[in-house]
């Protein structure tokens, strides 16, 4: 089974702090994505990557960035964590559609993070 | 770009009974992928079901069917024989066939189920 392994499930934060969320997955996925969960907005795409050192923006990337430095590995940086960033945030990889794969994502369990 | 609306921020149900949760998506496209995820309650978000734009038949799994509807743009998640452990919530999912591999998601739907 594919497994997605987020480092920490719960994370509290001041205002100004940097902070990395960490994301390992050990299936070979080409493609990674962080997304933000917040109640009523469902899920929403901040960057996603689809190799290594590749990344693109998605639906809301102000505030944050990312690095893939290695293929099972997917970094999300808040470089200075505000309130509003308070949320539910959810890692998934996927492989490359092709053929039968219909590029589903596989998540992690979350890491929730508070920002004081 | 695409939108997934899912109408129903929370639906309840008796066990052992059936439920519907609707969803509605806009494109331009004609091949595409939709998909269903459950979430648990502080559990991971796992994929219940999904269905290729280009299949007529809809897809089923177990307990869990949809109603696919390509003219209407619509694609319901029908789940019968309701039981606790499908209290969750339902996120509805688009995936464009030709462009990009990310994934468009509804604002879920909350299901309760009654004992």
């Known amino acids: 089974d594919v497994k997605v392994t987020q480092s920490s499930r719960y994370l509290v934060k001041r205002t100004g702090e940097k902070v990395f969320l960490e994301c390992v997955q050990d299936m070979d996925h080409e493609n990674m994505f962080w997304y933000r969960q917040d109640p009523g907005l469902g899920l929403r795409l901040i960057y996603f990557?689809?190799?290594?050192?590749?990344?693109e923006k998605g639906d809301i990337p102000e505030g944050y960035s990312v690095s893939r430095e290695k293929k099972e590995r997917f970094s999300l940086i808040l470089e200075s964590a505000s309130t509003n960033q308070t949320s539910m945030y959810l890692c998934?990889?996927?492989?490359?559609?092709?053929?039968?794969?219909?590029?589903?994502?596989?998540f992690g369990e979350g890491s929730r993070l508070t920002v004081l | 770009a695409q939108t997934v609306t899912q109408s129903q921020p929370e639906m309840s149900v008796q066990e052992a009974e059936t439920v519907t949760l609707s969803c509605t998506y806009d494109t331009s496209e004609s091949d595409y992928y939709l998909f269903w995820y459950k979430q648990p309650p502080s559990r991971q978000m796992i994929l219940v079901i999904r269905?290729?734009?280009?299949?007529?038949q809809n897809a089923t799994e177990n307990r869990f069917s949809v109603n696919f509807q390509k003219a209407a743009k619509s694609f319901s998640l029908k789940i019968s024989d309701s039981q606790l452990g499908d209290a969750a919530m339902y996120f509805c999912?688009?995936?464009?066939?030709?462009?990009?591999?990310?994934?468009?998601f509804g604002t879920g739907t909350r299901l309760t189920i009654i004992p």
């Open positions: 998934a990889s996927s492989l490359h559609p092709a053929g039968t794969n219909t590029g589903e994502l596989f």
């Open positions: 990557s689809y190799d290594v050192k590749m990344k």
């Open positions: 269905q290729e734009a280009y299949k007529q």
């Open positions: 999912a688009y995936r464009s066939a030709l462009f990009g591999e990310k994934l468009t």
